[in-house]
């Protein structure tokens, strides 16, 4: 059995992730933080397809909640890698910086920015040894133009993306890649709240894209056949120019 682990694979673009993984042949340990319900119906989703996959909660943003998760679930399952992580999991706070909250640039970053070093550290070293991994984190627009409004969010993700380059040298002699998908304004709870008819005008295709346009790209970064690719960044946003 193959492992992967996507984050915040309860709702959104994480749960169109977990689908497209588990069409690749593996068993996706599906990570979320509160909503269990949400989680399980990705799960029965995955398992009516025909694939498998188990959860696995634990907050992203607390690193002893990381390591104690992966730790009981490496105990439980010796001798297997997880070959396939991906960094999905994540929050926006937005406001101005003269009204961000500390707490609110604090939360932003340690959920967006400090949850890739915790989970990666943890993980890559297995995919080291076994000389074979794929890692993809899914950072934004944000993280690439800047955003007025989203110093907190732009600030992290565009530190995903500025490690995931360095970390791409550091292991790609071991066949192990990693790269960034960044998409543009996606339909999810996440912008739920956000105005489609008077945003979309400034998107080239006229319109938000889905959660499966965005896991569609995730899934050949982690297959076997993006095996030449590593440290980029690939957009999904419909043409909205970065
Ligand atoms: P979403 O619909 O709000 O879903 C967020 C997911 O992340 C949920 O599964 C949630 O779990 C999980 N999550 C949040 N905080 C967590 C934590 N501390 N620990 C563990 N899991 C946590 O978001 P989305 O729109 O799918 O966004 C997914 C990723 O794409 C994020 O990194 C986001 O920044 C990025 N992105 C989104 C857009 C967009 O337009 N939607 C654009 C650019 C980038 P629970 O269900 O348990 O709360």
């Given at each position: 059995m193959k492992f992967a682990l996507v984050t915040g694979?309860?709702?959104?673009i994480g749960k169109a992730i977990c689908m497209e993984i588990a069409k690749l042949g593996y068993h996706v340990l599906i990570n979320y933080r509160n909503n269990t319900e949400e989680a399980e119906n990705t799960l029965n989703q995955i398992q009516e397809n025909g694939g498998s996959g188990e959860l696995m909660k634990f907050d992203v943003s607390k690193p002893d909640e990381i390591r104690a998760s992966i730790d009981k679930w490496k105990e439980k399952n010796?001798?297997?890698?997880?070959e396939v992580l991906i960094n999905n999991a994540g929050i926006r706070k937005d406001a101005l910086i003269m009204w961000m909250k500390d707490e609110d640039w604090k939360g932003v970053l340690n959920t967006n920015l400090d949850s890739f070093y915790y989970i990666t550290k943890h993980l890559v070293q297995d995919m080291i040894v076994h000389k074979y991994g794929r890692i993809v984190n899914i950072v934004s627009l944000s993280g690439i133009k800047g955003l007025p409004g989203q110093t907190n969010y732009s600030a992290a993700k565009g530190g995903v993306i500025a490690a995931s380059k360095a970390l791409a040298q550091e292991v790609a002699k071991k066949n192990v890649t990693v790269n960034c998908v960044a998409p543009g304004f996606i339909k999810t709870d996440m912008t739920a709240e956000l105005e489609e008819k008077d945003l979309k005008r400034m998107i080239p295709m006229n319109r938000f894209g889905s959660a499966e346009e965005v896991a569609q790209v995730v899934s050949f970064l982690a297959s076997?056949?993006?095996?030449?690719?590593?440290?980029e960044v690939i957009s999904v946003n419909g043409g909205l120019y970065t």
């Open positions: 694979g309860s709702r959104g010796p001798d297997t890698v997880i076997p056949q993006a095996s030449y690719v590593t440290g």
